[in-house]
C-alpha cells in the first residue's frame, strides 16, 4: 500500500523586542543562569504581568507580512500544565482570540507551486531552560528565558514531505528577519518547530493518529526526522499495529525519536481567560499603519532584483534567502554601482568562505562597506583580482579595513611598465617548452605563461596588461 505523509508545523520565534514580554527584564542571549530574572518572570505570588506592547506591533507585523487577517479584539488565555521550567504552573498564551489568522506561504509541491495556509499566529511567553547535569545525575533550570516574547505560527496540516516543510520553514524565517521581528537564530533557540506528522493511505481524506516531535533547531534534523517518523508509523500500520498519540523526542545523533509522554489535546491545558491582563482593541487605523509601514519582502525583492538589476533567477533565490545577504548585497552594489559583480562576489568568494569556515549568515562580522571597497579598488586596477581575494579574505577573517590593509601589505598593483615587461621576460626565458607550444597553435600553454607571470608578479599586475605583453613578446 502506498502512503501519503501529512505534516503540520506549529513554529514558535522569539522577538528581538529589548524587554520581555510582561517585565522590564532583558531578553539577551546567554548571561549567567537566573541573572535575567524578576519575580514577574520567575512566578513569585503576587505578581502582576504588563504587557509589551512591541510584541502586539511585532504580532501584527509579521501576521500582515504573511497575508494573515488581524483580530481587532484578541485577548489573553492561561493554559495550565506544570514542568520544572515553568515556575508558575501556567503559561501565558492565546487560544480563542489569537492576534493573526489564516495566512500562507507558498512552497513549490510536486505538482507546482502550493499555498501553505497558516491557521493562526499567537502572542505567548517562553518557558525557561532545563540543563540536565550528567556528572552530577540532576537537572538544573536556568529561568532566564522565561517571559521572553514568542510569536507561535500555527499551520494547517498541508505539508507531504520533508522537503516542503523546510522550503515553508526557509520562507518563514526569511519573512520575519525582513520584518525585523526575530533574528531567527535557530542555534540559540529563537526559531524552533514542533512536527505534527501522521500518515494515511494514498488518496485517503481521512486524517491519521499523529505523533509531535517538539523543540527542532535545526533544518537538517527537521528532514531528517520527518523521514524517520514518516517511515515509523508506515511500518507499525504495515505490522498491523497502532499509531500512538504522543509526543515524541527526537536525538539527531541516533538518528530515532522515543516517545516521552502521551499527546495532549487542549482541553487537557484547561484553558481560561487570562484574569490578569485586559482585552486588547486593535483599531483600523493602527492595522493600516502597520501594514505601510511594512519594508520590501522576500518575493517582491526577489522580482526587482530580477526585473530591474538583471540578476539570474539563482542568483536572486540564493541572496533573498538571508536578509544578512540581502544588507551585504545591496550595500556592496551602492558602493561599486554594479549589482552583478556585487552579486558575483558574493555568490562566489563569500559563500566559499561561509562554507569553508561553517559561518552562518547571521554571524558574518565584516563591516558592510568592506567588500564594496574591494570590488572598487579592483575596478579601478589600483589591485589586481588576485589581491582582491586576498583582501576579501582577510575582512572576512579579520575584519580589517581593505584599503588599509592593501597599503600595510604592499598589494597595490605594479603600475611600472618596465617591470612587468621585465618580469614577462624573464617567464619566457624559463618556460622554452610553453612557449614553442604556444608558437606551435596550442593556445593552452598562454594560459601557463600568464599564469606564471602574475605568479612572479605576486598577483600585483594587472592580468590585462600581462597578457598584451606576452602576445607581443611571443610575437602574436
Known amino acids: 500500500m502506498k502512503y501519503e505523509v501529512v505534516i503540520g508545523l506549529e513554529v514558535h520565534t522569539e522577538l528581538s523586542t529589548k524587554t520581555k514580554i510582561f517585565c522590564n527584564c532583558t531578553t539577551a542571549f546567554g548571561g549567567e543562569p537566573n541573572t535575567h530574572v524578576c519575580p514577574v518572570c520567575a512566578g513569585m505570588p503576587g505578581t502582576l504581568p504588563v504587557l509589551n506592547r512591541a510584541v502586539v506591533e511585532y504580532a501584527m507585523r509579521t501576521g500582515l507580512a504573511l497575508g494573515c487577517e488581524i483580530t481587532r479584539y484578541t485577548k489573553f488565555d492561561r493554559k495550565n500544565y506544570f514542568y520544572p521550567d515553568l515556575p508558575k504552573a501556567y503559561q501565558i498564551s492565546q487560544l480563542y482570540l489569537p492576534i493573526c489568522t489564516w495566512g500562507h506561504v507558498e512552497v513549490q509541491g510536486k505538482e507546482g507551486p502550493k499555498q501553505i495556509r497558516i491557521k493562526e499566529i499567537h502572542m505567548e511567553e517562553d518557558a525557561g531552560k532545563l540543563i540536565h547535569d550528567p556528572f552530577e545525575e540532576c537537572t538544573l533550570v536556568d529561568y532566564n528565558r522565561c517571559g521572553v516574547p514568542l510569536l507561535e505560527i500555527v499551520s494547517e496540516p498541508d505539508l507531504r514531505s520533508a522537503e516542503e516543510a523546510v522550503?515553508?520553514?526557509?520562507?518563514?524565517?526569511?519573512?520575519?528577519q525582513y520584518v525585523g521581528v526575530s533574528d531567527c537564530k535557530m542555534q540559540e533557540g529563537s526559531l524552533r518547530a514542533?512536527?505534527?506528522?501522521?500518515?494515511?493511505?494514498?488518496?485517503?481524506?481521512?486524517?491519521?493518529?499523529?505523533?509531535?516531535?517538539?523543540?527542532?533547531?535545526?533544518?537538517?534534523?527537521?528532514?531528517?526526522?520527518?523521514?524517520?517518523?514518516?517511515?515509523r508509523q508506515i511500518d507499525l500500520l504495515e505490522s498491523g499495529e497502532k499509531v500512538v498519540q504522543q509526543t515524541r523526542r527526537w536525538d539527531d545523533t541516533k538518528g530515532e525519536s522515543t516517545a516521552m509522554r502521551s499527546k495532549e489535546d487542549a482541553q487537557d491545558y484547561k484553558y481560561f481567560p487570562e484574569p490578569d491582563l485586559p482585552p486588547i482593541s486593535i483599531s483600523d487605523e493602527e492595522v493600516e499603519r502597520v501594514r505601510t509601514a511594512l519594508p520590501e519582502l522576500p518575493e517582491q525583492k526577489k522580482r526587482r532584483y530580477q526585473e530591474q538589476l538583471g540578476l539570474s533567477a539563482y542568483d536572486t533565490e540564493m541572496i533573498t534567502s538571508s536578509i544578512y545577504f540581502v544588507r551585504l548585497f545591496e550595500r556592496t552594489a551602492e558602493l561599486?554601482?554594479?549589482?552583478?559583480?556585487?552579486?558575483?562576489?558574493?555568490?562566489?568568494?563569500?559563500?566559499?568562505?561561509?562554507?569553508?569556515t561553517g559561518t552562518l549568515p547571521e554571524n558574518m562580522a565584516f563591516h558592510p562597506d568592506s567588500l564594496g571597497k574591494v570590488i572598487v579598488m579592483l575596478a579601478q586596477n589600483k589591485i589586481s583580482r588576485q589581491s582582491a581575494k586576498k583582501v576579501f579574505e582577510q575582512v572576512f577573517k579579520a575584519d580589517v579595513d581593505p584599503e588599509q590593509y592593501v597599503q600595510a601589505n604592499n598589494l597595490g598593483v605594479v603600475t611600472d611598465t618596465g617591470a612587468i615587461r621585465a618580469a614577462v621576460e624573464e617567464v619566457i626565458a624559463a618556460n622554452e617548452k610553453s612557449v614553442n607550444e604556444y608558437r606551435g597553435g596550442k593556445t593552452q600553454a598562454l594560459q601557463y605563461l600568464i599564469g606564471q607571470s602574475m605568479r612572479a608578479l605576486r598577483g600585483k599586475a594587472p592580468a590585462q596588461e600581462v597578457t598584451r605583453l606576452l602576445k607581443e613578446l611571443l610575437g602574436d
Open 336 to 356: 561599486c554601482g554594479s549589482p552583478k559583480e556585487a552579486a558575483n562576489w558574493i555568490m562566489g568568494d563569500l559563500m566559499k568562505l561561509l562554507n569553508d
Open 194 to 231: 514542533d512536527i505534527n506528522l501522521s500518515v494515511r493511505p494514498a488518496g485517503s481524506q481521512e486524517l491519521g493518529v499523529r505523533t509531535e516531535m517538539k523543540n527542532m533547531n535545526s533544518f537538517r534534523a527537521i528532514a531528517r526526522a520527518i523521514e524517520s517518523e514518516a517511515q
Open 167 to 176: 522550503e515553508y520553514l526557509e520562507k518563514l524565517r526569511a519573512v520575519l
